[in-house]
C-alpha cells in the first residue's frame, strides 16, 4: 500500500492504495471521476485519457501509486455547466459524439492540439487523435468539431 | 484486465535503481515510460514482484552536436520530436519517430524504455543501428557502452544483464549536412512496422560519400543492409540504381511472417522501402550541399 | 396517422443534441460507474480449450488462498441457459448454458465464476481455479465441420448445422434458359467483432425483502432481457425491473441475452448479494459475439442486354459454438438469403442457406446482420457481369433497377416508394472527375472508383418476424407519453438510446404535435420501471416506430387538449392550434391559453374539463411495423489510390447518396450514416478476428484486431434524397445500419477498378492488396 497524494480538478487529497491499483481506477472510484472510461486497459482506445501536469495521458497505463504528487485533470474539471470550453462546445455544434462514451477520452487527448494548432490540414487533425478509437460518428463530426473550436479559440484571442 | 500484485518502488537515483536491480535480480522490473509495460502487466502477460519506478529520475537531456546526438534514456517521445537541436544533426530522428503509436504515448514513452525492450520494429532500436549508436548502461558494477551490432541480440533480448539499466543512447549520424528518409508500412498508422527502412547519405559533388542503410522486419532486430552501402559509396545515384539498391539490401533475407504479411510482401516492402528512403535522401543530401 | 404536423417546426431540423451536454462533461453514467455497497465482484473462469471436455474443476488452491472467495459452476447455479431455437424443421437446438457443463466449445466459453469483494482481488482468485480438459478435435471451419468424420458438437445432433433452408421464388429455371450468359463467382467475407467502445456489463440486485430483482445491464433490449430472465430462472416477470443506463454503443452487438446477464441475476438470487460484473476487452473480443463469416457461391442468369434474370446462391456462414438469443444462429444466413434480391427486377430466384457450427465464439447480429455480406456479393457479382459484358457498371444497375413502387419482389416482399436509379445517377455525376482519372498510373500510384447499390429493409412488423420463426415473434414498439401538471412532457420508451438520440428526436415529434419547446420535453429511456413493452433498438427501427409512437401518442395527448381547450375558448377544435406553449385559435392567436393551464385542469381542476373527459395527459403509443417494413436505399462509392509497389491503400473519397424518407434531425441521420459507414470501411480493410486452426483466438485485444482511427478515413460526404415512405408514421424509414452495408463492396469494386483485377474477398488488407497487385492467390498467413 502506497499513500499518494493527487491534486484532481483543483481539490488536493491524499489516498491509500494498493500499489497495483491503476490511476484511472483511483480517479474513478475515489475521487468521482466517473468521466474516465476503460475502453480496452491497454494503451489503444484513448478513452481513459486524462491531463497529468498539463499533459494527456492515458490513466489506464499509469498506477497511482507512481503519481505522488501530480496534477491531474480530468473531463470532469473542464468547462462547467455554464461555460464549457469551445472544444465541448463544437463537439455539441458539429456532432461530434453519439454514444458519449469515448468523447471524454477525445476531449482531453485534443485539447492541447485545439489550444495550439494554428491552421492545421485535415491530415494534421485527424494524426493528433489517431490515438483515440470512435465507434459511432466516422470521424467526421469529431474533425468538425476540432475545426470549429480552434476557429473560437482564434476569435477569443487564444483563450477558450 | 488488471495487474497482478506488487511492491512499487520509488528509484531515488540511477545507482538507488540498479543496486535494487541488484538486490532483487530477476523478481523486479524497472517502470519508465510505461506505455509498454503497464499493457502487459494489465493483460497479466508480465508480472513482477518489485516494480522499481525510474519515471522521475533527471535522465532527459538532449545534447546535440554535429555528429553527436546524446539522448538519455528518460527522454519522451515527444521531447525528441519536438527538439530542434536534436533535428539539426540528425533529422532522420524525428522523421522515424513520428511513426511511433499515437501522440498520447509519445508524450511518456521513453527511448530507454523503446531501447530496453527491444521490440523488432521500434524505431529507436532502427536508429540506434542505423546511426552507428552505443546504449550507454549503468549497473552496480559500473557503467559501459554497448555498441549496436553487440547490443541487439533477438527480438525482445538485448546484451542487459538483469540488474542493468539503460541510461542513455547516443547517436552518431554523419558530422556535415547530410539527406535522411525513414519510411514505414504499417497497417495503420502508428501501428507496429510491417516493414521499415532508413537512409542516412552524405552526397559530395553529386556522388555518394556516405550511405547508411537500416532495415526493420528482415530479421528480429534492426540490420543495417550493408552491401547496399557498399555499392552506394562513391556511386552517383540513377534511377537503374535506385531500383537495384533495394534488390541489394534485401539479397539472402528470409523475412519472417505472421498474420499481418507474409515473408515475401515484407521482403517486397524492403525493397521498395530502401529504393524510395534512398532516393529520398539523396535529393535532401543534394538540396543541402 | 401517417400525416406531417401542419407547419412542424421541428421535424427535419438539425438540432442539438439534448443528451450531448451531460456527455461531453463526462457525466453520462455507464454501467461500470453504477456502484452499490456490499458489492460482490465477478470474474469469470473461461475455457482455454476450442474443444474439451472438462474433467475437473479444481477449486482446492483457489479455497486456500482466497477463503473469502465464491466459486460457483454449472452444478452450483442450476441448469439455466441460453435456448435459441429457430422454429424451422430440422433446425436443431443449442442450449449455451450459463456456465460449461461437461464441456466446453470455444475459447472463452465461461466455465466458472468467482465472487470476491474487490474486482482486482476476484481476478488473483479466478487464476487459481484449474480446469482439467480433455482436448476433442476442433471444428475449426465449415470444411472441417461438415466433414464425415467430424464429431458432433452436441451430442443429440445429426450434423453440424443449426440450419440449413432453401428459398425460392419466381421461376428460375425460366431464367436460366432465357440466359445469354451464366456467371458464376464465389465470395468471402471475413469474421469481425462490433466492438462497441464500452464492454458489457450487469449488475443485480435483490430487494432486502427478497421479492424484487433489479438487473442492471449494458443492453439495447431491456423487455426481452426481462421477459428472458423470468422465464428462464422463473422469476416472476412483474417482480422484475431491468435498467439500461448509460450504453457506450450496441451495434446490434448488445441486442442479445447473453449467459452472462442470466448468470449475474442468478448469483444475485443465490448470494443475497449485489453482484456486478464488468467485462474486459479481451473477454469481449472472445466471447460476446462475432460477426460477419461469410461464403457465398453466386450464379446470375443474364440476358444478352445485361438483365439480371434469375439467381441462384449458396450461402454458407461459419456461426460458431452456440445459437444466439434472440435471433439465432440461422439469422446471418437467413439473411442473406431474404435480402439478396434487392433492388434489382429479377424474375425467378433461389438460396439455400446454412449455418455450420465451429468451435468458435457464436456469430449474432451486427449492424447490418447478413446484409453486407448480400450486398458484397450482389455488387461485386454485378460490376463482374458489367466488365463481362462490357456494360458501364452504373448503366448495368440502372437497367435492372425496380422503378415503380410498391414493387413486389421475386420473393413476394413489397418495395414502398424509392429513389434507387436517381441515387445511381446523382452518385455518377458527383464520380465523374475520379471515373475519369480511374485506372491510370501516376507517380506509381493508380485510382479506382467503386460502388455499391442497396436496399434495406427497415422498421419491420410483426409478419416478417412471425416468418422468421425466431424467438422474436413481435414488431412493434411502443412509447408513453405523460404530460405533467404544468406542461412539460416525460416520454417513456423501452427503446434505448446508445448513439441514436433519441431523447433528441423524440422530443422534437411531441414537441411538434404539442406545441411546446424540446426544453419541455424529457425521454426516459432503457428502464422497464415505468415503460410500456417494446422489443428494443436495433433492426433499424427506433425512430420509425419508436418515433411513429411518439407521433402517435402525442397526437392523442394534443386531441384532449385541444377538446379542452375548445371548451375554455368557447371555439370548435378544428379551429384552435398548438403553439408556443399555447392552445389559440388561428384565425384570432389573441384567443389562447396556456397549454400549462390545461395541463392543470386535466390533473388539478378536474371540474374544468368537458363534460365526460376523464382526468390526465398519459397516453399510450404503439405502432407495429409494415409487414414488409419499409425500404431505405442508398449508393456507396469509394475512390482509392493504391501504391503499385507496397499495396498501400488511400481512400481518397467516400461518398454516400441516401434516401430515408422523411427525416427527423438530418444532423443525426448524417451521423448514422457516418459511423456506419467507418465501421463498413473497418469490414473492408481491416477488421479480422482470426483463429488458429486449432480454434486459438489470435487477434484479442486492440493491437491485434485492428478497426479504422481518423488517420485511415476521408471525409464522408452524405447526399440525401427523401422519398416519404407511404406505409410508416411521417414517412419515416429507418437507417440505423444502412451506412455499415455498403462500404465492402464499394471499396472492393474500387481496388477492381483500379487494379484490373477481380476482388471477391475482404479484408482488403495491404498484404492482400499487394497480392492481388502481384497475381498471388490468397494464403492462409
Redesign the interface.
Known amino acids: 500500500m502506497t499513500a499518494v497524494m493527487l491534486t484532481v480538478n483543483g481539490r488536493t487529497q491524499t489516498v491509500e492504495v494498493?500499489d497495483?491499483?491503476l490511476l484511472a481506477d483511483v480517479l474513478?472510484?475515489d475521487f468521482g471521476?466517473?468521466?474516465?472510461?476503460?475502453?480496452?486497459?491497454?494503451g489503444?482506445?484513448g478513452?481513459c485519457t486524462v491531463h497529468y501536469d498539463g499533459v494527456p495521458r492515458l490513466s489506464c497505463l499509469a498506477f497511482a501509486a507512481q503519481c505522488d504528487g501530480a496534477t491531474i485533470t480530468?473531463?470532469?474539471g473542464?468547462?462547467t455547466?455554464g461555460a464549457?470550453h469551445a472544444l465541448?462546445?463544437a463537439?455539441?455544434?458539429q456532432?461530434g459524439?453519439?454514444?458519449?462514451?469515448?468523447?471524454?477520452g477525445f476531449?482531453m487527448a485534443l485539447l492541447p492540439f485545439v489550444e495550439r494548432a494554428k491552421e492545421p490540414t485535415?491530415?494534421q487533425?485527424?494524426?493528433a487523435?489517431?490515438?483515440?478509437?470512435?465507434?459511432?460518428?466516422?470521424?467526421?463530426?469529431?474533425?468538425d468539431a476540432v475545426r470549429a473550436a480552434i476557429r473560437a479559440h482564434a476569435q477569443n484571442g487564444g483563450a477558450s | 484486465?488488471?495487474p497482478?500484485?506488487f511492491t512499487y518502488i520509488r528509484a531515488d537515483t540511477a545507482q538507488h535503481a540498479v543496486e535494487l536491480l541488484k538486490q532483487h535480480g530477476d523478481d523486479a522490473r524497472l517502470l519508465a515510460g510505461g506505455q509498454t509495460l503497464v499493457p502487459m502487466m494489465n493483460?497479466?502477460l508480465s508480472r513482477t514482484e518489485y516494480l522499481i519506478d525510474i519515471g522521475r529520475l533527471p535522465l532527459n537531456s538532449i545534447e546535440a552536436a554535429p555528429g553527436l546526438l546524446k539522448v538519455g534514456a528518460l527522454t519522451r517521445h515527444r521531447q525528441l520530436i519536438e527538439s530542434r537541436e536534436a533535428a539539426a544533426v540528425a533529422p532522420v530522428v524525428p522523421q522515424a519517430m513520428w511513426h511511433i503509436a499515437?501522440p498520447t504515448i509519445r508524450n511518456f514513452g521513453t527511448a530507454g524504455g523503446s531501447v530496453a525492450y527491444a521490440d523488432p520494429t521500434a524505431e529507436i532500436c532502427a536508429l540506434v543501428v542505423l546511426l552507428d549508436g552505443d546504449v550507454v548502461t549503468l549497473s552496480a558494477a559500473g557503467g559501459r557502452a554497448i555498441p549496436a551490432p553487440d547490443y541487439f541480440i533477438s527480438a525482445f533480448q538485448t546484451a542487459l544483464q538483469p540488474d542493468e539499466m539503460v541510461v542513455a543512447i547516443h547517436l552518431r549520424p554523419p558530422a556535415g549536412p547530410h539527406g535522411s528518409c525513414f519510411l514505414e508500412?504499417s497497417?495503420?498508422?502508428?501501428?507496429?512496422a510491417?516493414a521499415a527502412a532508413g537512409a542516412v547519405v552524405v552526397v559530395n559533388d553529386g556522388a555518394i560519400a556516405e550511405a547508411r542503410i537500416v532495415m526493420s522486419g528482415a530479421k528480429s532486430i534492426p540490420v543495417r543492409a550493408r552491401a547496399a552501402e557498399a555499392r552506394l559509396k562513391g556511386a552517383r545515384l540513377t534511377e537503374a540504381l535506385v531500383d537495384e539498391i533495394g534488390a541489394i539490401a534485401v539479397e539472402g533475407f528470409d523475412c519472417y511472417?505472421?498474420?499481418?504479411?507474409?515473408a515475401?510482401?515484407r521482403k517486397?516492402?524492403l525493397m521498395?522501402?530502401v529504393s524510395r528512403a534512398v532516393a529520398r535522401a539523396c535529393d535532401r543530401a543534394v538540396s543541402k550541399s | 396517422m401517417n400525416a406531417v404536423p401542419e407547419r412542424p417546426k421541428f421535424l427535419g431540423a438539425a438540432v442539438?443534441?439534448l443528451?450531448?451536454?451531460?456527455?461531453?462533461?463526462?457525466?453520462?453514467?455507464?454501467i461500470?460507474?453504477l456502484?452499490f455497497p456490499h458489492t460482490l465482484y465477478l470474474r469469470f473462469v473461461r475455457s482455454e480449450m476450442a474443444h474439451a471436455r472438462i474433467n475437473q474443476i479444481d477449486r482446492s488452491v483457489l479455497q486456500e488462498t482466497y477463503p473469502d472467495a465464491l466459486l460457483f459452476t454449472a452444478e452450483d447455479v442450476g441448469d439455466y441457459g441460453i435456448r435459441a431455437t429457430a422454429d424451422f424443421p430440422q433446425a436443431q437446438v443449442s442450449v449455451q448454458p450459463l456456465l460449461a457443463r461437461g464441456k466446453v466449445r470455444f475459447v472463452g466459453e465461461a466455465i466458472a465464476a468467482v465472487l470476491t469483494e474487490d474486482?482486482?482481488r476476484s481476478?488473483?482468485a479466478a487464476?487459481l481455479v484449474f480446469v482439467d480438459y480433455d482436448p476433442l478435435p476442433v471444428l475449426s471451419d465449415p470444411q472441417t465441420a461438415l466433414a464425415a468424420d467430424a464429431p458432433l458438437m452436441f451430442d443429440n445432433w445429426t450434423r453440424n448445422v443449426f440450419v440449413e433452408q432453401t428459398r425460392t421464388g419466381g421461376d428460375l429455371a425460366k431464367a436460366r434458359a432465357e440466359a445469354a450468359h451464366v456467371i458464376r463467382r464465389s465470395f468471402r467475407n471475413q469474421r469481425q467483432a462490433g466492438?462497441?467502445?464500452?464492454?458489457r456489463g450487469v449488475i443485480a440486485q435483490l430487494s432486502p425483502a427478497g421479492d424484487y430483482l433489479t438487473v442492471w445491464s449494458s443492453t439495447q433490449m431491456p423487455h426481452l432481457l426481462r421477459t428472458y430472465i423470468s422465464e428462464e430462472l422463473g422469476w416472476p416477470e412483474h417482480r422484475l425491473r431491468v435498467v439500461a443506463p448509460?450504453?457506450?454503443?450496441?451495434?446490434g452487438v448488445k441486442g442479445h441475452v447473453f449467459a452472462e446477464e442470466v448468470l449475474v441475476a442468478r448469483l444475485a438470487i443465490l448470494t443475497k448479494r449485489t453482484v456486478k460484473w464488468i467485462e474486459?476487452?479481451?473477454e469481449h473480443l472472445l466471447a460476446s459475439i462475432h460477426a460477419r463469416p461469410h461464403e457465398h457461391t453466386l450464379e446470375a442468369y443474364v440476358s444478352a442486354e445485361g438483365r439480371l434474370l434469375g439467381l441462384k446462391a449458396d450461402i454458407t456462414v461459419d456461426v460458431g459454438a452456440y445459437s444466439v438469443w434472440p435471433f439465432t444462429a440461422g439469422s446471418d444466413p437467413g439473411m442473406v438469403a431474404k435480402v439478396l434480391p434487392g433492388p434489382y427486377r429479377i424474375e425467378g430466384y433461389e438460396a439455400t442457406f446454412r449455418a455450420v457450427a465451429t468451435n468458435k465464439c457464436p456469430v449474432g447480429t451486427y449492424r447490418g446482420v447478413g446484409r453486407p455480406g448480400a450486398v458484397f456479393s450482389l455488387e461485386v457479382l454485378m460490376d463482374e457481369i458489367a466488365r463481362e459484358l462490357s456494360i458501364d457498371p452504373f448503366e448495368l444497375r440502372l437497367r435492372n433497377v425496380a422503378r415503380e413502387f410498391p414493387y413486389k419482389n421475386v420473393l413476394g416482399f413489397t418495395y414502398d416508394e424509392g429513389s434507387y436509379a436517381q441515387c445511381v445517377e446523382k452518385a455518377r455525376e458527383l464520380l465523374a472527375a475520379d471515373i475519369a482519372e480511374s485506372g491510370k498510373l501516376k507517380n506509381g500510384k493508380k485510382t479506382g472508383v467503386g460502388f455499391s447499390l442497396f436496399i434495406e429493409q427497415t422498421a419491420h412488423g410483426t409478419p416478417d418476424f412471425t416468418r422468421r420463426r425466431s424467438p422474436i415473434e413481435t414488431g412493434y414498439e411502443s412509447v408513453c407519453v405523460e404530460m405533467q401538471p404544468d406542461g412539460r412532457v416525460l416520454i417513456q420508451t423501452g427503446l434505448q438510446s446508445?448513439?441514436?438520440?433519441y431523447e433528441t428526436t423524440f422530443a422534437q415529434l411531441a414537441a411538434d404535435q404539442l406545441g411546446i419547446g424540446l426544453e419541455d420535453v424529457v425521454v426516459r429511456h432503457g428502464d422497464t420501471l415505468g415503460s410500456p413493452y417494446t422489443v428494443g433498438t436495433w433492426g433499424s427501427r427506433g425512430a420509425v416506430l419508436g418515433g411513429g409512437a411518439v407521433h402517435k401518442a402525442s397526437g392523442m395527448i394534443r386531441k384532449k387538449l385541444l377538446a379542452i381547450a375548445a371548451q375554455h375558448l368557447q371555439a370548435s377544435p378544428d379551429a384552435l392550434e398548438l403553439a408556443e406553449r399555447t392552445a389559440r385559435v388561428i384565425a384570432d392567436p389573441g384567443r389562447a391559453i396556456e397549454i400549462g393551464k390545461l395541463a392543470r385542469f386535466a390533473y388539478r381542476n378536474v371540474e374544468q374539463l368537458p363534460d365526460g373527459m376523464e382526468p390526465g395527459l398519459m397516453a399510450h403509443g404503439f405502432v407495429d411495423g409494415p409487414p414488409d417494413g419499409s425500404y431505405s436505399n442508398a449508393v456507396h462509392a469509394a475512390v482509392v489510390e493504391i501504391d503499385m509497389?507496397?499495396?498501400?491503400m488511400r481512400l481518397r473519397r467516400f461518398l454516400v447518396v441516401e434516401d430515408c424518407g422523411t427525416v427527423i434531425n438530418p444532423?443525426?441521420v448524417?451521423?448514422?450514416v457516418?459511423?456506419?459507414?467507418?465501421?463498413g470501411i473497418g469490414s473492408a480493410i481491416?477488421e479480422h478476428f482470426?483463429y488458429s486452426d486449432d480454434g486459438q483466438p489470435?487477434?484479442t485485444?486492440?493491437?491485434?484486431y485492428?478497426?479504422?482511427?481518423?488517420?485511415?478515413?476521408p471525409?464522408?460526404e452524405v447526399h440525401h434524397f427523401v422519398t416519404p415512405s407511404p406505409v410508416t408514421p411521417l414517412g419515416m424509414k429507418g437507417l440505423g445500419e444502412g451506412?455499415a452495408i455498403g462500404p465492402a463492396a464499394a471499396v472492393a469494386n474500387a481496388v477492381a477498378n483500379a487494379l484490373g483485377v477481380s476482388v471477391r474477398e475482404t479484408p482488403l488488407?495491404?498484404?492482400r492488396i499487394?497480392?492481388l497487385i502481384?497475381g498471388?492467390a490468397e494464403?492462409p498467413?
Open positions: 494498493e497495483r491499483r474513478r472510484n471521476c466517473y468521466g474516465v472510461h476503460f475502453g480496452c486497459s491497454h489503444a482506445c478513452c480530468t473531463i470532469e473542464i468547462g455547466d464549457r465541448q462546445q463537439f455539441i455544434d456532432h459524439l453519439q454514444c458519449g462514451f469515448c468523447t471524454p476531449i485535415e491530415d487533425i485527424r494524426e487523435m489517431s490515438g483515440n478509437i470512435c465507434r459511432c460518428t466516422g470521424y467526421h463530426g469529431i474533425v | 484486465m488488471k497482478a500484485p493483460l497479466r499515437h508500412v497497417e495503420r498508422k502508428g501501428d507496429y510491417m511472417a505472421d498474420i499481418r504479411a507474409s515475401e510482401y517486397s516492402l521498395s522501402l | 442539438k443534441r443528451e450531448d451536454p451531460r456527455y461531453v462533461a463526462g457525466q453520462g453514467r455507464f461500470e460507474d456502484a474486482p482486482y481476478e488473483d487464476e466492438v462497441p467502445m464500452e464492454c448509460d450504453v457506450g454503443g450496441g451495434f474486459d476487452r479481451r446508445h448513439g441514436q438520440g509497389k507496397t499495396g498501400e444532423m443525426i448524417d451521423g448514422q457516418r459511423g456506419g459507414v467507418v465501421q481491416c482470426v489470435l487477434t485485444n486492440f493491437a491485434d485492428l478497426m479504422p482511427t481518423a488517420p485511415e478515413i471525409p464522408i451506412g488488407t495491404k498484404h499487394w497480392q502481384n498471388v494464403q498467413l
